[in-house]
């Protein structure tokens, strides 16, 4: 693995944990040589992953559309900060630099990222596995929803594996590194329910 993207908020979140795995994974990612693509933000979760994983030494490419960088939220100490015209741009180019994603804590956005990143590898437009570090159980409830999607019949048993999720930076960032994502259609006949 030589990029990971990492999706996350904006904001610290109200839990102290949060900055704290932000600070972790930016580390390690750094430590182990995997470079960081992330939202090219300087503020919240953003700004301090990639703080970690620039003094540790790390590769950082921020993705930032112009609209957000004009906001003077870009961080421009980054290795390579690249201004986007949109957020679709930016999406596109994140997963093109990217052999993998994780989504930490974080919002709407956070959400809507990662789903896109594990739709395009269960429509087979890429095959990159993706992580939900689960900093303080905060992906808890998301797991649960997906799970009751794969038992009502909407979610393929195959397409859940490809979701890893782990409360440990390590443990999520080698599982992502080892993981077998075979292709399977998205689409669940009457006879597999």
């Known amino acids: 693995m030589k990029r990971l993207c990492v999706f996350c908020g904006s904001s610290h979140g109200a839990n102290p944990a949060y900055a704290e795995a932000a600070v972790t994974l930016g580390t390690l990612l750094a430590k182990r040589g995997i470079g960081l693509v992330y939202g090219g933000g300087n503020v919240g979760l953003m700004g301090v992953i990639a703080d970690a994983a620039l003094a540790a030494g790390g590769e950082v490419i921020?993705?930032?559309?112009?609209?957000?960088?004009?906001?003077?939220?870009?961080?421009?100490?980054?290795?390579?900060?690249?201004?986007?015209?949109?957020?679709?741009?930016?999406?596109?180019?994140?997963?093109?630099?990217?052999?993998?994603?994780?989504?930490?804590?974080?919002?709407?956005?956070?959400?809507?990222?990662?789903?896109?990143?594990?739709?395009?590898?269960?429509?087979?437009?890429?095959?990159?596995?993706?992580?939900?570090?689960?900093?303080?159980?905060?992906?808890?409830?998301?797991?649960?929803?997906?799970?009751?999607?794969?038992?009502?019949?909407?979610?393929?048993?195959?397409?859940?594996?490809?979701?890893?999720?782990?409360?440990?930076?390590?443990?999520l960032l080698d599982a992502l590194t080892t993981i077998d994502l075979p292709y399977a259609p998205k689409w669940i006949n009457r006879s597999e329910t």
């Not at 052999?99 to 809507?112: C, L, N, Y």
């Not at 990222?113 to 570090?133: D, N, P, S, V, Y």
């Not at 905060?138 to 195959?158: C, E, H, M, R």
């Open 62 to 171: 921020g993705v930032i559309p112009k609209s957000l960088a004009d906001r003077e939220v870009a961080h421009h100490g980054v290795t390579d900060l690249r201004v986007v015209d949109s957020m679709h741009t930016r999406k596109a180019m994140m997963a093109e630099l990217s052999d993998a994603f994780i989504a930490m804590p974080g919002g709407v956005g956070t959400f809507e990222e990662f789903f896109e990143a594990i739709t395009w590898t269960q429509l087979g437009l890429h095959r990159k596995a993706c992580g939900l570090l689960n900093v303080a159980g905060f992906y808890t409830p998301l797991a649960v929803f997906i799970d009751q999607a794969v038992s009502d019949g909407f979610i393929k048993p195959v397409h859940r594996a490809a979701i890893v999720v782990d409360d440990n930076p390590e443990r």
